[in-house]
């Protein structure tokens, strides 16, 4: 029994081994598809995504869905991988690389972590589409094109909603430290709605604490009217701080979950910042399949933008039906 | 005084009160009854789940899965009462079964291998998080389950669990009741019962309490059953409070738990606490954590600052432990 373990063990590290020379700064071949056992691609061409989401965040989850729906329709096979750890995301990559995929979709919350191993896979001739966030060094770097919001863009926005619908004083409410997106969009609703805006730091992972602390800032600050919430759940978390405050406060949110679909329905929620991530899973697949079947290119070198949208009282019965099946 | 440095919870309750008096000068808020709701409704859902991991530690044990827990067992009322249509009442009851059912596990592994609880309840921390994740993305293909409130039952169990009273015109929620009640409960086990008793013995000395007939397994496997029992009643009332909870809640909080446990003067290595300690000290926790809000302090310094007073609340606490040990020699 323990011998079995020990020859386990050593073919595990052979095969390990064996990887890590695969890995090495040789690929330029590549035409060449390979079709070992490791491959599980449904067509000729593969596509890895890998993005920044941590497991179990709502918004990757749509993006993945969106991601694996293009790669059902076109019959290209889909992988997803994801890790917040911006070395380890650039492992990743590496990875991705060594296996000679057909193309790489790369989320770029940390540019500069992932340059050498996006270079890597773009000289290794595999084409690369960022995502979401890294817009400004997506060419530098030498991908094919970038499909994302501006966070700064969408902040301005729903700053310029927010001031549109009357509110004084904004609190901005960040919900993962060191989250450089949710600064900007903090940043440009600081920028679109011209009044005081204060950020508020709060975790996501205890929703007791994101109320007490919302409610709390609303006790000592009776000026704010306006909260804005950059994930559906602390929107909703908000939306029931200001009844225990007793404020008169409304909020408006980023992203959409069935909860917030119902608080927009019932006024409580103003209106959601939709960027419609699940275009930033689909068409980068889209586009990877067209550029290998016909060489198109999409977005003329700037970025192909996916919002911001908006969801208020006005369409948010239609966009309820999909936020449903997570797809928005 | 010298009876009095014997307690294990007197450092807390100096810190409390130095917390307290801090904010209350510093801010205007924070003395108001409104303050109290909010700064009280925060320490008691930490509290719930530090009486309860006090008892664990003071039984010489330590349950890293006590955070994830709190998520997974609302992700299996969720689940049942929006996906299956059960009766919310229902669905309550089989989530706490899980939960019994993990912490029976927990505990028994605990005793059957031997190993440190550190490493069985870290992977029962990993297992937990990542069925909570794949489950609730097989299942509802999202990674949030939502939709509480038009689950059959959901008012009147809401009701119990969530729900507000009023004092001076001012809100305060249930969970503060339930704080309270678990703590006092906790409490008189653990002080006057034949229970408490064995839980003290086998902290300090396991193979010696052995020896004079206490029921070590079973007791131990008890203690992890409650730790499970304090996350079920954690995240039923957040299920029911917020409608909707997400896969990766929780994650973190079985430190928070501990520190709190530790602020009210148990014992990293087991056999000294108390359950008021450990609700003391989450309350500490919940009264600098809105005291920083109140104060208008730059939020991006927070935790340094949460560090700095566990790590001093923790100094004060051994000081005076040292002083008690000597005066009890």
């Known amino acids: ?328 | 005084m010298d009876q009095l440095v014997k307690r294990p919870e007197i450092g807390a309750m100096l810190g409390a009160l130095l917390v307290f008096v801090f904010f209350s000068v510093v801010t205007e808020q924070f003395l108001s009854v409104g303050g109290a709701a909010t700064w009280l409704d925060d320490a008691s859902m930490l509290g719930i789940m530090a009486v309860a991991v006090a008892l664990l530690m003071i039984g010489g044990e330590f349950d890293l899965s006590a955070g994830v827990m709190t998520a997974s067992t609302a992700l299996v009322t969720a689940l049942l009462a929006t996906q299956l249509g059960l009766n919310v009442w229902l669905a309550l009851l089989v989530s706490l079964a899980f939960a019994l059912a993990v912490g029976a596990l927990n505990g028994w592994l605990v005793m059957r291998t031997g190993l440190p609880s550190f490493i069985v309840t870290l992977g029962s921390f990993l297992a937990l998080q990542g069925l909570n994740l794949g489950i609730t993305r097989l299942v509802t293909g999202s990674v949030q389950v939502s939709g509480m409130r038009s689950a059959a039952g959901y008012e009147s169990a809401g009701f119990l669990f969530a729900s507000t009273f009023q004092v001076g015109g001012t809100s305060f929620y249930v969970s503060i009741i339930w704080w309270v009640l678990f703590t006092v409960i906790a409490s008189t086990v653990l002080m006057r019962t034949r229970f408490g008793n064995w839980i003290f013995a086998i902290g300090g000395a396991a193979q010696s309490s052995r020896a004079v007939g206490v029921p070590v397994v079973r007791s131990k496997i008890l203690l992890f059953m409650t730790t499970a029992f304090a996350a079920w009643l954690v995240g039923s009332i957040n299920i029911l409070r917020y409608a909707s909870v997400q896969a990766n809640q929780g994650i973190g909080l079985e430190f928070q738990y501990i520190i709190a446990a530790v602020i009210g003067g148990c014992l990293l290595t087991g056999g000294f606490g108390s359950a008021v300690g450990a609700a003391i000290g989450a309350l500490i926790f919940g009264m600098a954590r809105q005291g920083i809000v109140y104060a208008g302090w730059n939020s991006d310094w927070f935790q340094l600052f949460l560090g700095v007073m566990l790590l001093a609340a923790v100094l004060v606490n051994n000081m005076l432990r040292r002083r008690a040990e000597r005066v009890r020699r």
């Open chain 1, 1 to 328: 029994m323990k011998s079995r373990l020990v020859i386990r063990a050593g073919v595990a590290l052979a095969g390990v081994a064996l990887l890590a020379a695969c890995s090495g700064p040789t690929g330029t071949n590549s035409q060449q598809t390979n079709n070992n056992s490791s491959s599980q691609a449904s067509g000729d061409l593969k596509v890895s995504v890998i993005t920044h989401g941590t497991a179990g965040d709502a918004f990757w989850s749509v993006v993945k869905v969106g991601a694996e729906d293009a790669g059902k329709q076109l019959g290209v096979g889909v992988t997803y991988n994801s890790d917040g750890d911006p070395g380890a995301q650039a492992k990743l990559i590496d990875n991705a690389v060594s296996q000679k995929v057909g193309g790489i979709v790369v989320s770029m919350a940390n540019p500069d972590a992932l340059k050498t191993s996006i270079e890597n896979a773009v000289k290794a001739g595999i084409p690369v589409i960022t995502i979401n966030s890294g817009s400004a060094k997506s060419a530098e770097f030498g991908a094919m094109a970038h499909v994302g919001q501006e966070e700064s863009i969408a902040g301005e926005e729903a700053g310029k909603k927010l001031k549109a619908a009357g509110k004084t004083k904004l609190l901005c409410v960040i919900h993962e430290a060191g989250n450089s997106g949710l600064n900007q969009r903090c940043d440009g609703a600081r920028s679109g709605f011209g009044g005081a805006v204060e950020n508020l730091q709060v975790d996501i992972s205890n929703p007791t604490d994101i109320e007490a602390r919302i409610k709390a800032k609303l006790q000592s600050d009776a000026a704010v009217d306006g909260v804005l919430a950059l994930n559906p759940q602390v929107a909703v978390n908000a939306a029931s701080a200001i009844k225990g405050a007793s404020s008169k406060a409304q909020v408006a949110t980023f992203d959409l979950n069935a909860d917030v679909v119902n608080s927009i329905k019932s006024g409580e929620v103003l209106f959601a910042v939709d960027q419609q991530q699940y275009q930033q899973g689909y068409l980068p697949v889209v586009m990877l399949k067209l550029f290998k079947d016909n060489a198109n290119t999409l977005g003329g070198g700037k970025p192909v933008l996916t919002g911001p949208g908006f969801v208020d009282k006005s369409n948010v019965d239609k966009v309820a039906e999909y936020a449903k099946n997570g797809k928005r």
